[in-house]
């Protein structure tokens, strides 16, 4: 791959998402604010560098940004040192980020107006998804930017999808996270029930796995511990996706419902049940962890 890629946001999926970048044979560097971030791109033999200014040049033909939420994107790209003044008109900008559709839609504005091909690029398949680069990418953007961006999203990701004009990436990916975030509600409460029933929980979940009551929670990544190898509910609910990340794309579902006045009860029902549990204190706790508040008492265990 000859592409030379900027690529700014190492931290759980920016990390792999990088590394499997670097592995198909581009030229790539990244920046983080987080110094811790950048010593573990280090560990996988990514190139580093420590000011963003050093990051952005003529040369570069692909920026990627992974970030958490909007603002970060706004200042990325149109902020006082924003790189959209920076690259030349042949870079593609790619924002793999989650974020509202207005933001995106106005960074897209932007790039377009100054001849800048831009797409929104958000991804599914959490963590796992990213390292064995089996992401779905939903993207928004032209049919040029779509065709200018498929061969370096097809180096992360396995289903890349066209959804539309851009700011269609993030309304897609916010409907597919406002069921995420239901369902892995709906996941926590069944399994809790069968605990509460005394039936084994995991007949119970291989019975779900393959009945009509499956889910992604069920079949990838269940929210109770022992259930399947390698999931946050395994390792002490670290991260993974986080509870406060699932609590910002409920919330950014829950607006979009308020302006296109669609009737989303569970999606509100959803953010309420989140947004107190990030209240509590569980905001860096993979978004799983909520089957510690599901249930009642009938499931005792720790999360530090
Ligand atoms: P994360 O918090 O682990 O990583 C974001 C990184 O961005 C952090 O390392 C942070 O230091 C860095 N950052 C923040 N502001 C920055 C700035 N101004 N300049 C440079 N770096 C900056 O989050 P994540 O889990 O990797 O998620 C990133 C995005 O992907 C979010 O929008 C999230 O909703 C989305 N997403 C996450 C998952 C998941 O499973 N974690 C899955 C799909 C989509």
């Not at 928004?140 to 961006?149: C, V």
């Amino acid at each position: 791959m000859s592409e030379k890629i900027a690529f700014i946001g190492v931290g759980n999926m920016g990390n792999p998402m990088a590394v499997n970048l670097l592995k198909a044979g581009s030229k790539i560097k990244v920046f983080d604010v987080s110094k811790q971030m950048l010593e573990k791109a280090r560990e996988k033999n990514l190139e580093t560098v420590d000011r963003i200014e050093d990051l952005i040049s003529e040369e570069i033909s692909t920026v990627i940004t992974m970030l958490p939420e909007g603002k970060h994107s706004k200042e990325i790209y149109l902020g006082d040192n924003g790189i959209i003044n920076k690259v030349s008109k042949n870079c593609i900008l790619i924002d793999c980020s989650t974020i509202d559709i207005q933001t995106s839609k106005e960074i897209g504005k932007v790039a377009n107006d100054r001849g800048i091909m831009m797409v929104d690029a958000p991804v599914s398949g959490g963590v796992m998804g990213a390292q064995k680069a089996t992401l779905n990418i939903m993207v928004g953007g032209s049919e040029d930017s779509f065709d200018r961006a498929l061969p370096i999203l097809k180096v992360m990701g396995k289903n890349i999808y066209h959804a539309g004009e851009i700011g269609s990436g993030n309304g897609a990916k916010i409907c597919n996270n406002m069921s995420l975030g239901i369902t892995m509600i709906a996941a926590s409460e069944s399994l809790m029930l069968a605990k509460r029933l005394n039936i084994d929980i995991k007949k119970v979940h291989e019975i779900m796995k393959n009945a009509s009551g499956n889910s992604w929670p069920i079949s990838v990544y269940p929210p109770l511990p022992g259930l399947i190898d390698g999931t946050p509910s395994n390792n002490n609910y670290k991260p993974g996706f986080s509870a406060g990340m699932m609590n910002k794309d409920l919330k950014l579902a829950n607006e979009c419902a308020t302006n296109v006045n669609a009737s989303t009860p569970l999606g509100r029902m959803a953010l309420d049940i989140y947004s107190k549990f990030c209240k509590d204190g569980n905001e860096t706790k993979d978004f799983s962890a909520i089957s510690k508040v599901i249930g009642g008492d009938a499931w005792d265990y720790p999360i530090e």
